[in-house]
């Protein structure tokens, strides 16, 4: 069931992709946004309650339908619901329009609107980047942005789905991932603060629900790269970045396909000239030639090979299982 569930959702989003302002994510935002409200008393335990109540109880919920569809209607009802619940939260088509006009941006040579497009991607200053930079941190933002809208989410969603559960796992990853980020920007703009107990329950609960899936990422870029220098950046340089989640799959990214990454995580201050930054990088030894607009080609070969890997082992795990 798993396999095709993940099938018909990556195919219907690509015919038919959600966007930021779809009922789904609109009612995300709301729900994120209440249970902070009426939870968060900035306490450790209130932070945890509302966490839970953003991210568990949805996760919980799912898979109660799930089993339900499969006690009323049998397991096509039940395929329904995974479908239904892996095209709401699994998708290549909610950030790659964004890689696809900084690409073409900069092979037309327009480097001042990839720093803009770049920018309202991230929502940083870019002004002060120069193009390998833009190229560098295009490279990062993509990769991170593949693993959180679609590795993560299989990781995940197999994980639990093999326990029976549907498609908890999926709801569990992107609420996890959606509400740190949420509530992180929203505290950052002032508009709706939140507590420190609740960011700091959001954040550590992300490092933890994303351990494993980050290191299935990074090990299936260096199964369909360069196996050996993924492996070898992934076990000396990831340590170097300050989410060591992001820093595994980064590392491994960086081996793959033999380019120099680390801004997105090692830049100094952003007043910082571009000299200084590029000396940074050159005294911290990190590996791989400087980001080119080839590397772009090849991110977008290595996202797609390992797409096929995870089709690939879900396929021999449904063989295995219909002849066990």
Not at 188 to 215: H, I, K, M, Y
């Amino acid at each position: 069931m798993a396999l095709f569930a993940i099938v018909i959702a990556l195919l219907l989003e690509q015919i038919r992709p959600l966007g930021a302002q779809s009922l789904a994510a609109r009612q995300l935002r709301v729900w994120t946004r209440q249970t902070a409200a009426n939870t968060d008393a900035g306490t450790a335990l209130h932070g945890w309650l509302a966490w839970s109540l953003a991210v568990v109880l949805p996760a919980v919920l799912a898979a109660a339908i799930h089993l339900l569809a499969l006690w009323a209607g049998g397991w096509l009802l039940a395929l329904a619901w995974n479908v239904v619940v892996l095209y709401l939260t699994l998708g290549f088509r909610q950030f790659s329009h964004h890689f696809t006009t900084i690409r073409d941006a900069l092979e037309a040579g327009d480097d001042e609107r990839a720093r803009q497009l770049l920018a309202r991607w991230q929502g940083g200053d870019t002004s002060r980047l120069g193009r390998g930079d833009v190229l560098r941190q295009v490279i990062e933002t993509s990769v991170l942005a593949a693993h959180r809208h679609v590795f993560g989410v299989l990781a995940c969603y197999g994980a639990l789905a093999m326990l029976g559960l549907g498609p908890a796992g999926a709801v569990l990853y992107r609420n996890a991932e959606f509400v740190r980020r949420y509530w992180q920007r929203h505290q950052a703009a002032g508009d709706a603060p939140v507590s420190q107990a609740l960011l700091q329950a959001a954040r550590s609960a992300w490092r933890a629900v994303d351990w494993l899936p980050a290191r299935m990422t990074a090990l299936g870029f260096a199964i369909v790269g360069s196996f050996e220098d993924a492996i070898d950046c992934w076990r000396n340089f990831a340590a170097r970045f300050a989410d060591p989640n992001e820093g595994v799959i980064l590392a491994a990214t960086a081996g793959a396909i033999d380019v120099q990454l680390g801004g997105g995580a090692m830049r100094p201050q952003p007043a910082a000239s571009a000299a200084s930054i590029e000396a940074v990088r050159a005294a911290e030894g990190l590996p791989g030639q400087p980001p080119q607009l080839a590397h772009l080609t090849r991110v977008v070969g290595l996202v797609w090979r390992v797409v096929v890997l995870w089709l690939f082992l879900l396929a021999l795990l449904t063989l295995a299982h219909v002849l066990g």
